[in-house]
């Protein structure tokens, strides 16, 4: 499987805009880019996901690299609810049912 | 309301009593699934169902099994739980497909002693 690599944490300050990074120089021309995230005590909840072009929807935007070797989610105005750790994960068109969270980002938001 | 839900959400068991953990949707997903999720380990998957009667391993599957005899329901069985099954369990449904969004149960998180 093509694999993601994110930042262990970053920090924010409420209704700062946060962008995450993720790197995943190995991903395949059918690999759709997901994000997860995962509040404190509760399950994953998925945030955004795309294919090639830059995707919006209410809870944030997804900036994919020309290349397809990055991407970037971006929390328009950060809230202390943003508080999680966020998932960045490839999915394949043949196996892409099984989410492979790996260990993700941190976000700290601070008032 | 679309949901997952899990029961019980909180469980403390004995080793080797048998037990089973409940995960139902209302959304007419095909797609089932169950994650554990472990300090230091993140959430790996332990199987997962395309649809009715049709359950697959995922990749820590030892200690567990699953049935689906209905679309909205995916149990959790363990017949003979041990200490290292001590986690927080969580249960997934979708529509088939890598391009839909996974929804998932608020977790169940079991003790074995």
């Known amino acids: 499987d093509a694999k993601t690599t994110q930042p262990n944490s970053m920090e924010s300050n409420e209704e700062e805009p946060v962008h995450l990074p993720c790197n995943h120089s190995t991903i395949s021309g059918t690999d759709y880019i997901h994000w997860y995230r995962q509040l404190p005590s509760q399950g994953p909840e998925y945030v955004i996901h795309?294919?090639?072009s830059n995707v919006n929807n209410r809870m944030a935007s997804l900036a994919i690299a020309e290349d397809r070797k990055s991407s970037t989610l971006i929390l328009h105005r950060a809230t202390l609810r943003d508080a999680a750790v966020y998932y960045c994960i490839l999915r394949d068109a043949l196996t892409g049912y099984a989410l492979n969270f790996g260990k993700g980002t941190s976000l700290l938001v601070t008032p | 309301e679309a949901q997952v839900t899990q029961n019980p959400r909180y469980l403390i068991t004995v080793t080797g009593k048998k037990l089973t953990v409940t995960c139902s949707q209302n959304m007419n997903h095909e797609y089932m699934s169950w994650y554990r999720q472990d300090p230091g380990l993140g959430l790996r998957q332990i199987y997962y169902s395309m649809n009715v009667e049709v359950t697959d391993k995922g990749d820590v599957p030892e200690g567990y099994k699953v049935s689906r005899k209905e679309k909205r329901n995916f149990p959790l069985i363990l017949e003979s739980p041990s200490p290292n099954q001590t986690s927080l369990y969580f249960c997934a449904s979708s529509f088939k497909g890598q391009k839909n969004e996974q929804y998932f149960g608020p977790g169940t998180r079991l003790t074995v002693t």
């Open positions: 795309g294919l090639t």
